[in-house]
């Protein structure tokens, strides 16, 4: 079964830093990949999402991830942070194989940002 | 309306007390799922129904009983809850089968809260 390690409970920088969140997962093929964000009150938003191709991939809000299959990362990068950045940001993993494709999420990070 | 409606947003309920929780999407997704959020732990997938099928976590207590009468349409009725049953529980649908793309598209969350 796949599954999700996102390392940092939390993460905070100030605004007008750059930002990187990380992701690992295990999995024994290729999986799908993505990156979602929920602020205080709100569901879960999709950020980005990784398939195929490029492993370097752009989301919304001016966000990015790279997809490593060597280090089986998968880790979220902004150059400067806002404010309004401020999150909790969720990696997830659906597997390839059994046709379920049913996502698999990590604990969260959440993102605090001064000003 | 548009995207993934959740009613109510919050509910109070007694142990002993029979609730319902409703999902509504207007996106024309073919599945439909419940997660359960509680605090620092990763989201919990409860159930999925996909394409007329349902797949659910065993380890849901049978006191959370799912109902799909539609497509469009999802419910969670709750009965005899426990304290630990407190948090926040997300709606969300996807569109599978054949075009899948792989998001997830969520509601704002009911925040239920277990006396």
């Known amino acids: 079964a796949q599954s999700v390690t996102q390392p940092d409970i939390h993460i905070t920088v100030s605004e007008g830093a750059s930002l990187e969140l990380r992701c690992n997962y295990s999995?024994?093929?290729?999986?799908?990949l993505f990156w979602y964000v929920q602020s205080p009150g709100q569901g879960l938003q999709l950020l980005l999402k990784?398939?195929?191709?490029?492993?370097l991939v752009q989301g919304i809000k001016g966000f990015e991830a790279e997809f490593k299959r060597s280090q089986s990362s998968f880790n979220l990068r902004k150059p400067s942070v806002h404010w309004s950045d401020a999150a909790e940001y969720f990696c997830?993993?659906?597997?390839?194989?059994?046709?379920?494709?049913?996502?698999?999420f990590g604990r969260g990070t959440s993102l605090i940002v001064h000003p | 309306e548009t995207g993934v409606t959740q009613t109510p947003r919050h509910l109070v309920m007694g142990m002993t007390n029979k609730k319902s929780l409703k999902c509504e999407q207007h996106l024309g997704h073919n599945a439909m799922y419940w997660y359960k959020q509680s605090a620092k732990k990763p989201l919990e997938l409860m159930f999925v129904y996909s394409l007329e099928e349902r797949v659910e976590n065993n380890s849901v207590p049978s006191r959370f009983s799912p109902e799909c009468p539609n497509s469009s349409h999802l419910f969670l009725h709750l009965h005899t809850l426990q304290p630990e049953d407190s948090a926040l529980y997300l709606c969300?649908?996807?569109?599978?089968?054949?075009?899948?793309?792989?998001?997830?598209?969520f509601g704002e969350g009911s925040r239920l809260t277990v006396l």
């Open positions: 997830a993993v659906v597997s390839t194989s059994g046709g379920s494709y049913i996502p698999t």
């Open positions: 969300a649908s996807s569109q599978g089968g054949a075009i899948y793309t792989g998001e997830l598209f």
């Open positions: 999995y024994g093929a290729t999986p799908y």
């Open positions: 990784y398939f195929s191709g490029d492993t």
